[in-house]
């Protein structure tokens, strides 16, 4: 069964104090790997895409990176704008719908 | 401007009673989507309309229908409602269900019933 597991369900950092976010997923093809923000009382927001492993893709303070079973998100230096839960989903061959993770609470103190 | 729009935002009713949420999209896209999200934040998609044509229809109970009337509006429209469903639901589009599209998401309507 296609399945998408995000750790740490919460994680709180100081301001400045870099970390990762895992997405492990078991899926029968991979299409494509999908990083998004949500903010409380707004819908996701897309941040990245990553299709193959080896890729990463950069956006400020985060880098997604991929493996043949999991995906990273790293935050460096992160600032207090960067709190939100952090959610992958993944695209399996098989079918077009996206797979969702529980997503990762990210905290920032400053 | 905005890209997805959802109404309401809000929507607290009776048990049994049966409502409607709306959903537009200026993108230009051609798939719109609906998702529920539960307590534990967990997104499920329900529903996935390409040009108007459903292509993805959960097990979700026969209480919830979509309905399309053009490529930028996906309605969901909820007969009998139940404590179970309350919950946020989030409308999305995408260019194009079968590329490795983004999806961009509406602000959510959050249903709650009493």
């Known amino acids: 069964e296609d399945q998408v597991t995000q750790s740490p369900e919460a994680l709180r950092l100081q301001e400045g104090e870099s970390s990762s976010l895992n997405c492990s997923y078991t899926v029968s093809g991979l299409r494509g790997l999908f990083w998004y923000r949500q903010d409380p009382g707004k819908g996701p927001e897309f941040l990245f895409t990553l299709y193959s492993a080896g890729e990463e893709k950069e956006k400020e303070r985060l880098k997604a990176t991929l493996t043949k079973k999991e995906s990273f998100l790293h935050i460096t230096a992160p600032k207090p704008e960067d709190s939100a839960t952090y959610l992958c989903?993944?695209?399996?061959?098989?079918?077009?719908?996206?797979?969702w993770g529980a997503g990762t609470k990210l905290i920032i103190k400053p | 401007d905005t890209a997805v729009s959802q109404t309401p935002k809000y929507l607290v009713t009776q048990m049994g009673n049966d409502k409607s949420i709306k959903c537009e999209q200026n993108?230009?896209?051609?798939?719109m989507y609906w998702y529920k999200q539960d307590s534990k934040k967990f997104l499920k998609i329900m529903f996935s309309?390409?040009?108007?044509?459903?292509?993805i229809n959960e097990t979700v109970p026969n209480r919830f229908s979509p309905k399309s009337p053009d490529k930028a509006h996906l309605n969901l429209h909820i007969n009998s409602l139940e404590l179970g469903d309350s919950a946020v639901y989030f409308c999305a589009s995408s260019q194009d269900v079968r590329s490795y599209n983004e999806q961009f998401f509406g602000p959510g309507t959050r249903l709650t019933v009493l």
């Open positions: 309309y390409n040009n108007k044509e459903l292509i």
């Open positions: 989903a993944v695209q399996a061959s098989s079918n077009y719908q996206l797979i």
């Open positions: 993108l230009g896209h051609d798939t």
